[in-house]
């Protein structure tokens, strides 16, 4: 960037009011910490400091503000903004509210006395006393609050609270600073990524979870999600449930305190079967393959080790998300076969104009369409998809090798108009082989395209006269 532009940048960060540029660095301090724009974000950040703090202040990233030291422990949990959350998660956007809800009403006098501890303490030991002092006052007042919740007060609380889900939100951020020490050493005692929850894993995570402070209906999901951050497939921790029901059967399972797991395992993959779901709406299909192994292991996996029944709220909810992810796919699919003959149907040479054009970003997304026809095939059993993705697949593979044959054939015409347009279609073909049959296939098909070449006609040459005999 130019010192021009700097200076103008500068000057337009130092006439905002002082409010809008505390809001700014908090912003671009929250972008750094996820890692989005960074470059940016640190560069806008550095002009902020210079405008609004004097050359000697400390110039460190002021990450660690005093809500976010209290609010800590609740890291592991928080989401971003999204309708529902299941046990054992946090709505980011709740944090705020309650901090200002703590220093006006809820623990006003801890609140001051906290602050003033963070100005006077240099050393660790005495910040982090601070902050524990604070989190069971937090603990406490919200205990109070959500107590009077229960005793007929909601509307009040609510319009001293804020939305709903900021409501919904304070009696497990309470319950997870009352047990946050309990939930930091049982996150120190799990092991690493486990790729298969075996029964090993399943008991040593069981004499873990055996604390009594770790047990309580608000704090279980919060331990269960620590152990499901572990899992290389979420939909496993259903296993904890099924070793203490000592059964398989739904109702046994959900007879126990750590039925949750399964409610837990069913809501997350419902939000993947919405991602999945927006992902196709907007044509993204990076990461579909994820997502449909996702859906068909924990579908399959929910089916298979837990007797659910057909008319339980389980059942239901299983059905609900197979007929979510089946409409989804459905219309997708069916709508590849045709997007391929259009790009490679060969109509009559005397309709093809200079005009005529095939947009690479229309082909490349093709091929992704057609590679999702074939990964749907490959998990349709578990997803209701499997007479559709049969169908498609099937009509795909017979009509891209015909077209591309006769394509490669269309290319031995002398007009060089219809030869131009013809070059576009075989590319086109040869990159949906690549996809559908693979790198061989489509390298024979480009090597054949190379040698239909327009057969040139050679000009009459006149007759040579014919030899006549030597006279004897």
Not at 16 to 34: H, S
Request: charged share 25%.
């Amino acid at each position: 960037m130019s010192q021009s532009s700097i200076e103008r940048l500068r000057d337009y960060l130092g006439q905002l009011p002082p409010k809008a540029q505390a809001l700014l660095m908090r912003e671009f301090e929250r972008a750094i910490e996820r890692g989005e724009d960074v470059a940016v974000a640190g560069f806008v950040l550095e002009q902020l400091r210079m405008i609004v703090r004097a050359p000697t202040e400390d110039m460190t990233p002021r990450t660690d503000d005093p809500m976010r030291r209290v609010f800590r422990p609740l890291e592991p949990f928080l989401v971003e903004s999204i309708p529902h959350v299941r046990p054992g998660q946090i709505r980011r956007s709740s944090l705020a509210p309650i901090w200002i809800w703590l220093g006006r009403e809820g623990a006003p006098d801890a609140v001051h006395a906290y602050e003033a501890a963070l100005a006077q303490a240099s050393a660790a030991p005495d910040i982090n006393a601070a902050v524990r002092t604070m989190q069971v006052a937090a603990s406490e007042a919200i205990a109070n609050v959500t107590g009077a919740l229960s005793s007929g007060e909601r509307q009040r609380t609510l319009g001293r609270l804020g939305a709903p889900s900021v409501v919904d939100d304070i009696a497990p951020i309470g319950a997870v600073l009352a047990a946050s020490d309990s939930l930091e050493k049982l996150n120190n005692k799990l092991t690493g990524h486990i790729r298969v929850f075996a029964d090993s894993h399943i008991t040593s995570t069981m004499a873990a979870l055996n604390i009594p402070s770790l047990q309580t209906p608000q704090v279980l999901p919060f331990a269960i999600s620590l152990v499901m951050q572990r899992l290389a497939s979420p939909w496993q921790i259903v296993r904890l449930g099924i070793a203490v029901a000592a059964s398989d059967d739904e109702i046994r399972v959900a007879g126990t305190p750590f039925g949750v797991t399964v409610t837990m395992a069913i809501h997350d993959l419902s939000r993947v079967a919405a991602e999945l779901r927006n992902d196709i709406k907007r044509g993204q299909f990076q990461d579909t393959s994820n997502h449909l192994k996702t859906l068909h292991d924990g579908v399959r996996g929910l089916r298979t080790e837990l007797d659910i029944r057909s008319d339980s709220a389980w059942g239901k909810q299983l059905a609900a998300i197979r007929s979510e992810i089946s409409n989804s796919l459905q219309s997708e699919i069916d709508s590849v076969p045709g997007r391929v003959r259009r790009l490679l149907r060969q109509g009559p040479d005397k309709d093809v104009t200079t005009a005529n054009r095939i947009d690479p970003v229309d082909i490349e997304e093709t091929a992704a369409l057609i590679d999702f026809v074939a990964m749907c095939r490959n998990y349709a059993s578990e997803l209701a998809i499997n007479e559709v993705s049969l169908r498609a697949h099937t009509e795909l593979q017979h009509y891209v090798e015909k077209a591309t044959e006769t394509l490669v054939e269309s290319l031995r015409t002398t007009d060089q108009r219809v030869r131009t347009f013809r070059l576009m279609q075989v590319k086109a073909a040869i990159r949906f082989c690549e996809v559908m049959f693979g790198p061989d296939y489509a390298s024979l098909m480009s090597k054949a395209a190379e040698m239909a070449r327009p057969v040139e006609r050679k000009a009459a040459e006149p007759a040579k006269p014919a030899r006549q005999p030597r006279a004897g």
